[in-house]
Structure formats: C-alpha cells, structure tokens
C-alpha cells in the first residue's frame, strides 16, 4: 500500500484533540481531519492531585466518539497520548485502567522529555523550513499546559534543553484571583515569571548569539491562523511581535479572544503563553520570531511515518540526544579525552558482541551517552562519582530519552565502579523490570571493560581490534607505543563482572607500534 491513514490522540491539560492524517511516500503527511474538544483535566491535577469522576467519564465519551470518527475514516493504526495532566495525576494507573475498561483505548503517558521530543518532530515534519532554521542560533520555546520546554540549538546541533514548571494553564490557575481583580493581569504574570527567566538567561544564555525564537504549543495554532489572514506570515521581526503584544494581549483575555476568533477559555489561557513568549524573546535579544501551528499530534504522525519507512528524515535526531549528553558532560568538566578514547573502545566492544548480547540500536545509543556521563559526578565529589554520576543523570533531562531510559543509563554509570545491586535490591526503589535489568549488567560490563583499557587518563591506545575466540574469549588486541603495566594490572578485576554477565573472558594483549 503507498499511503497510510493514521489518527492520533492528544489527551492534554485544556483539551482534547484527534487528527487524522494521509501518510505517504509521495506526499508525505496529509491532514484529513481535525476534531477537538474542550476538557479541562489540567486544572483538577493541578489543584488536588486527582480528576474527577465527571471529567473521566466525559473523556471516555469523547474517546469513543473518536473512535467512531477514526473507523468512519479507515483508520489502520492510531497512537494516544497523554501529557501533564495525567502524568501528575496521584492515581494515574487506576485511571487509566477506568479508561482502557470502558473505551478500549491504550493511552500511553509520555515523560516529559518524550512529549517534548515528539513536539520537536512536530516542527521537523516540515523538513525544508527545519533545517534552514536550526543552522542558526536558534530557541524552541513550547509551551503547553503544566510547563515550557526551552531548547537551544546552534549549527544543527542541539545544545540544550531546560524545562520550567510554568505553563499556561498551571499560571493562570496559581493567579485565578488575580486575573479577576486587575486590568494589569499580563504585568503580574510577567512579575512571577522573571525570576525564573533570569536564572535560566544566567545558566544557559550566556554567549549565546540566538537570531530566532520558534513559538510552539497548544497555543500557536489559533495565533498563526491570525498571523496568516492577516497577511503578516509566519516569521515576523521583533517589533512586529512585540506591538502585536501591546496592541491585543495588554487589552486582556476578551479582548484577546476576540481579535483571535476564539472563547473566551483559549484566550485566557493564550495571555500566559504570550507572556512568556515575549519575556523570552527580550531576554535573548532575538530578532525574529518564527510561529509553526504544528502540535503533538503532528509529531506523533511524523515518528510513525518514520518508524513504518513511509517518511525519510534528514535530520538525524539520535545525534541531537548525544550532543546534549555531550553539553552536560561539558557542563561538569569531564575529561574530554578520555571520554572519546572510551567512546570508542566501548561502542567497538558492543558491536563486536552484537550476536552475544541480544541488544540492538537503542541500546548503543544509552552506551554512547553512559560513556559520554560517566565521569559527571566528580564534578560534585571526587570519591563518590559514581553515586553523584547517577544523581546529576536522574535530575538532568534529556530530550528524546524517557524516564525509564534515563534511569537505565544512570544505574549503568552507578554500578561503572562498585559492586551492582542485585535485581531486588534495585526493583524495590524503581520502576526497573527484569528486562531492564538484564540491560543494565551488560551495558555496565561493556563500558567497566572500556574504562579498564583508559584507566591512566592518558590514551595510550591507538587502536584496538576485538576478536572472540571458541565462544569463551574475547581477545582485545591494543596497538600502543606506551607501558599498559597499570591497564594490565587493573584489567582482571574489570573482566571478572563481564565474564560473568556473558560467560566469556576478556583477555587484553598489547601490539607494540
């Protein structure tokens, strides 16, 4: 088949959303139909922790309206979402429990850092305008209900990514009072805001030369369609955005409203997304803004494409997570060379025992960045690393890993020296299962195994050649012109863990150049 029909589910903090797209080789995604539906769960997680019965039956209805909408269309696959609003939830299982029994729809919570990353693809979709953009220093602010999400991206690499717990719905309802008792509602905002601002401006923007601020969210949608009927178009300078402010958002939420052609709710809500898009757009002096109406859901049908092979992307976003592993690293003065000389060593030993160990791509990708964070932690204390190592990870987010993932990667660089948990010592205080966990001990004896060979700092191995002999040994020949008496000395203990993980020995032999 050349073309696939695909729906996607957005259970958000405000609203509801089911859009239905036209996937194909030849004219990549189509949208066919767009069906939302007003349903504030955000503000009763938010205030208590919990939504309410009431609210949970009417999202089950509107499910199965969905439902019936995607069978009218031909829907063959169908991805649902939730974000923050039930992310935050205290009883988020049994919800979703209530919601599978009585609509038969699997919503899959995302982590942040996925909601995030599935946004970012959202911009990708439009490949051509995506790469032109980020080839500069440029700002993806998205905001949504619970948080925003800054990334900084500068000559086609992401350099960082930051989340604020201040979204547009979370803001307006900490200043419901507020926005009843003053015309200067868009000021107070910017007042809370500030501070928060400054301290992100002081950690992150410091020698950042950034020309574009891209505004993205649930938001945008209505502030584009107003963009484009009135002839101003989708990137507009810095002083065309900033009097558009003055001119409507200042005036308050109905004005707003009506200017835009939405209710009065979306205004309310769309004066805090516009405040912090303009507060941001002063704080990095960018002269353009660039507004894209793409969503999550358009994100979904864009990793669905490329999962499927309908879509070819041409950016590679698994560089853009190593690039930021690579800025945190930077961040806590790791040893740069050491880092590439163990990347290297480490990557060499997996790809070599790709038929041992059972692991595939992804599994590469959270070597790569245990390797690249490894040695973080010394940062903060140089005789408990590994232990500050695995708590800078967990803190840190890292835009396209989830938090299981996140947890993977950390638990690998934790157990890197010392003894590793066994696994009911580790699944008493995570969400780890067994799998993972198998995930873990073979990773960790990969890269205890690549350290081992660095274990100077001083790189004396030029390059290495992995061999695996009768299935019992695994012969890593160094060419060197220095003394690896410590290496050797130092190896044995390395090898026993990873002789135990995959039943076969390490044996280290050195070629003299």
Not at 102 to 113: C, D, F, M, Q, R
């Amino acid at each position: 088949m050349t073309y696939r029909i695909f729906g996607a589910i957005d259970v958000g903090s405000y609203e509801v959303n089911l859009k239905i797209y036209e996937l194909s080789m030849k004219n990549g995604i189509r949208l066919l139909n767009h069906v939302r539906h007003r349903l504030d769960l955000g503000s009763d997680t938010y205030a208590t922790g919990k939504i309410g019965t009431e609210l949970v039956d009417e999202l089950c209805q509107v499910l199965l309206d969905f439902k019936r909408i995607m069978k009218d269309y031909g829907v063959q696959e169908y991805r649902a979402c939730a974000t923050s609003a039930i992310r935050e939830t205290h009883n988020t299982l049994i919800l979703l429990d209530r919601i599978y029994l009585k609509t038969g729809i699997h919503i899959e919570v995302l982590a942040n850092s996925e909601q995030r990353y599935l946004g970012y693809k959202s911009i990708a979709s439009n490949e051509n305008a995506f790469q032109n953009i980020i080839e500069k220093g440029t700002a993806i602010v998205d905001v949504g209900g619970g948080s925003v999400q800054i990334s900084l991206f500068d000559k086609d690499n992401l350099v960082t990514t930051q989340n604020i717990r201040m979204g547009s719905l979370r803001l307006r309802e900490r200043l419901a009072d507020v926005a009843e008792r003053t015309v200067r509602y868009a000021a107070v905002v910017e007042e809370l805001l500030d501070n928060e601002l400054r301290t992100y401006k002081k950690l992150y923007l410091k020698d950042r030369n950034i020309q574009y601020v891209l505004l993205v969210g649930s938001y945008v949608h209505d502030l584009e369609q107003y963009m484009q009927k009135n002839g101003i178009g989708r990137e507009i300078d810095r002083e065309t955005f900033l009097k558009f402010y003055e001119n409507h958002v200042r005036k308050g939420e109905r004005e707003l409203a009506q200017e835009l052609g939405v209710s009065n709710e979306n205004g309310a809500l769309l004066i805090p997304a516009m405040v912090i898009y303009k507060r941001f757009l002063e704080e990095t002096g960018a002269e353009k803004v660039i507004i894209l109406g793409t969503d999550l859901s358009d994100g979904m049908a864009y990793d669905h494409g490329v999962k499927k092979g309908i879509l070819k992307p041409e950016h590679n976003f698994e560089n853009d997570i190593i690039e930021a592993a690579r800025n945190i690293a930077k961040r806590y003065h790791t040893n740069r060379n050491h880092t590439i000389v163990m990347e290297q060593l480490a990557l060499t030993i997996f790809d070599k025992l790709k038929n041992v160990h059972g692991l595939g791509r992804r599994e590469r990708l959270l070597l790569q960045i245990a390797v690249l964070l490894h040695d973080c932690g010394k940062y903060i204390n140089m005789s408990r690393s590994s232990e500050c190592s695995y708590n800078i990870i967990m803190a840190t987010e890292m835009i396209g890993l989830s938090h299981l993932e996140r947890e993977l990667v950390a638990n690998v660089v934790r157990f890197n020296s010392g003894e590793i948990l066994s696994y009911e010592e580790l699944a008493a205080s995570s969400l780890l299962g067994k799998e993972e966990y198998m995930k873990i001990a073979k990773l960790t004896a990969i890269l205890r195994v690549a350290n081992a060979l660095d274990r100077s700092h001083r790189q004396k191995i030029r390059e290495i050649k992995v061999t695996l002999k009768d299935n019992h040994t695994m012969q890593i020949l160094v060419d060197t012109t220095e003394d690896l008496t410590l290496e050797q000395a130092l190896f044995g203990e390395k090898a026993e863990f990873f002789e135990e993980v995959y039943s076969i020995r390490p044996v280290l032999k050195a070629k003299r150049m």
